[in-house]
């Protein structure tokens, strides 16, 4: 028998892996059946379609990164996210839009062929860079429904003033960019369609900062030394992945829950997988409040107060992670329950399954472990923490150049 070509193959593993989510604008309703079809496509690319796998092991970038002709095949992207934000289908219904101007000079009446110009458009776009560049924007980046920034072919920096914001709008892709030393805004404009004009109050000075959003999907990208968080979500918003990217040398890294007290964050699903915390961090690894969180298969080589934390009884459900603790012996514990009494965060639902603890790493686990809540913090199967090093190694945003692969 003749081994199928590959041309052939990648067919057959687009029919039966990737077929289009449906586009949806609420938060995943049923985690037990993202979890079930989750596990059923990654265990039916095993058995069919194994030989195709790059052998990274990680399921996103096995996903597209074979692919040689990926730069024709952009938007096949979206077919390849998981975990909560795996309906996030950006603008892969739509045209390509060349970003040409790395200018930003009209922040109200934004330039064709600027970023800016491009994320405020209300049809779904998916946007890509005719060249590197770096965008040193005015005033935050606020962005319209259905849109994917994809950096892959050009090495894009958004540096030196306000960055990404998502708020109140669904459907984003935000794909290897350089975002770091973001800074916060003056006055800044909000979105009203047909136009981008107004004024509201200055922008906290986040990477990426989700306010009311969902179906979001931050993917390999590489984020520093902003002045808030590096990738924060807040105010209702939910179904989101925040995979494959390099975060280093900041202090609070990830906030999802906007207050003790805003209760409509109950409803908030976050997957954290694949994610490479590095060098210079200090704590938020996330910081949780009230929802749900699957933190899985991520590699934690640097924290100085404490990786995971949270408050307003989170579930977080730890799995095949690899925590290598600094040196200090006062932060060996990964987890910090704040702003509660033990006789209180005993009864959350923390816990850690098959994670790799290193250097003394400990895990303070707490609650019943009552299934369904694990259910609703449960959106794929994690691989062994063994495994962790080859699934994170490409973290980051990527090299890819025109005309080879990825």
Known sequence: MSIPSVSLCFFLFCLLFLSPALISSSPVQDPESVVQ?????LNASRRNLGYLSCGTGNP???????????????QRLADCAIGFGKN??????????????????DPVNPKPGTLRHAVIQDEPLWIIFARDMTIQLKEELIMN??????????????????????????????????IHDCKQGGNAMVRDSPKHYGWRTVSDGDGVSIFGGTHIWVDHCSLSNCQDGLVDAIHGSSAITISNNYMTHHDKVMLLGHSDSYTQDKNMQVTIAFNHFGEGLVQRMP?????YF?????DYTHWEMYAIGGSAGPT??????????????????VTKYEDA???????????SEGDLMVNGAFFTPSGAGASSSYAKASSLGAKPSSLVGSITGASGALNCRRGSRC
């Open 37 to 41: 079809e989750v596990h059923r496509k």
């Open 60 to 74: 996103i970038d096995d996903c597209w990164r074979c692919d040689p002709n990926w730069e024709k095949n952009r």
């Open 88 to 105: 996030a289908v950006g603008g892969r219904d739509g045209k390509i839009y060349v970003v040409t101007d790395p200018s930003d000079q």
């Open 145 to 178: 429904s259905f849109k994917t920034i994809d950096g892959r072919g050009a090495s894009v920096h958004i540096a030196g003033g306000p960055c990404i914001t998502i708020q109140f709008v669904t459907n984003i892709i935000i794909h290897g960019l350089h």
């Open 287 to 291: 910081r949780c409040r009230h929802g």
């Open 294 to 298: 699957h933190v899985v298969n991520n």
């Open 316 to 333: 977080i459900n730890s799995q095949g992670n690899r925590f290598v603790a600094p040196d200090d012996r006062f932060s060996k514990e």
């Open 341 to 351: 009494p033990q006789s209180e965060w005993k009864n959350w639902n923390w816990r």
